[in-house]
């Protein structure tokens, strides 16, 4: 099993600085490779 490794790392503890998509972006670098519900 592999795991994403982020770039960058935040410590923005109430999200109001910073608003990463890495779901949205996770769901499409491995839409081709990883069925919708599994992930």
Do not use: W
Request: proline share 5%.
């Amino acid at each position: 099993m592999s795991f994403l490794r982020p770039k960058f790392i935040t410590f923005d503890c109430y999200g109001t600085l910073t608003n990463f998509h890495m779901g949205t972006m996770t769901r499409e670098i491995f839409a081709d490779r990883v069925p919708a519900e599994q992930m």
